[in-house]
């Protein structure tokens, strides 16, 4: 029988999830939803000490407002529950009490300072301490001393940790989906602890648990976590687990200059976001969210680091790419973070969003201000200025004059009509616009003009852009006239004519 798809996401509330997090959890959904399976979210908790207040609900947020909803989580508990791994202690300790009297773990009572002493006695020496089965006989636990004395230490209340026993002389082979077998002499590794005094597991141990526990078919996670893929499969294989997950360790994602680890660091420096969402710590830091972005986009330009369909199809819906995700469309090598090209994503996608994603953007932008145009003209605006946006936060210098009169003009363009005839130009435009009915045919009128008196289309048509614009950028300018209206497009001519009378360059 094949096991039924359960994948998760397991971070850690050590601070804000940044989008290397994100793109981890993006890939385990992508897979749970293709397969009919279950993504479950799982807090991995147990360090107290990196525990950061606050980040539990931006993992969270960060996860819905990019539509990742989790099957099951701490807020949406299934039946495999608790989904923090802090609640799930007494698991913990009963699995430890298995594995110990399974011969797979030892207690050791080694103190700090005495572990620290043989590291720098063998340091001087050239070499490097490791406890493991050449030396764990010698050191103080529960391999080389009594039961009587382990007893009596626990029961005196003395410090101790719960260590693996890594079998000896043993090839360790396992395997990761995307990079093949993956094996390791058992020599080369040490007993790492399992179990803290504390009553804590460590990452290792409760993470396996869990998994165990949770019938996690498929583990999907980032590459710095396949040196510990051998530690993970041994204790499976300790505790005589034969339902071992699958495993696949992303590639890295990798600077914009493309070599090493993209880091928090590098959004501050190069300019670029690096949550989903903002996060408030000593300062705020403003996510894609804040920077206009849509989570369309910012989920597309994640699925794309690291995997590709093995098409040219670049731009992707949540539900196109949930059927389009493969495996074997990851690969081995890191994916390059292009702040630029993500960018160019946003708009792509701002480009097939509804008009009323833009316009509603717009009466933020621009508050009480909106309530001078329709609901239907405000629709037309946000169709006119869509294909300059790259980012929802555009709309305000995208739509500006639509709402504020230009009062400024660019003193090169300034400069230029002055040497021009542009007070018979102007006063030829009111006449025409004053004479017509509405603007909606205004632009053959402004044609017939401009060949009557040999004026040049394109220079008047700069004229009028100037006044209406205050640039001579823009979206069409008969399709802005229309909109604005009759009485202000007057205002703005004479504003300009004044303006150009006026002004001494
Ligand atoms: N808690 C680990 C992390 O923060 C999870 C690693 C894993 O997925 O096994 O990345």
Redesign the pocket.
Known sequence: MTKSVRVRF???PTGPLHIGGLRTALFNYLFAKQKGGKFVLRI?DTDKNRYVQGSEQHIIDSLSWCGLEPDESPFNPGEFGPYRQSERKDLYKKAISVLIEKGGAYYAFDTKEELELLRTDEEKKGRVFSYNSKNRHKLTNSISLTKKEVDKKIAGGEEFVVRFKTPENKTIVCEDILRGVVSVDSETLDDKILYKSDGMPT?HFA?VVDDHHMKISH?I??EE?LPSLPLHSMIYDSFGWLDKPAFVHLPLILKPVGKGKLSKRDGDKFGFPIYATSWTGIVKTKGYKEFGFLPQAVVNFLSLLGWNPGTEKEIFSLSELIQAFSFSGLNKSGARFDPEKNRWFNHSHIQNTKNSLVSDSIKKAFGSEHSKYKEEELDKIAELIKPRLEDLNDVFNTSRFFFIKPKEYPEKQVKRLKKTGFNEVIESLVSIIEKSGDLNNLKPLVEDLVKEKEWGFGKVLGLFRLSIVGELSGPDLFEVISIIGKQEVLERLHTLKDHLNKVNL
């Open positions: 397991a971070p850690s991995e990452y993470n583990v996670r980032g976590w």
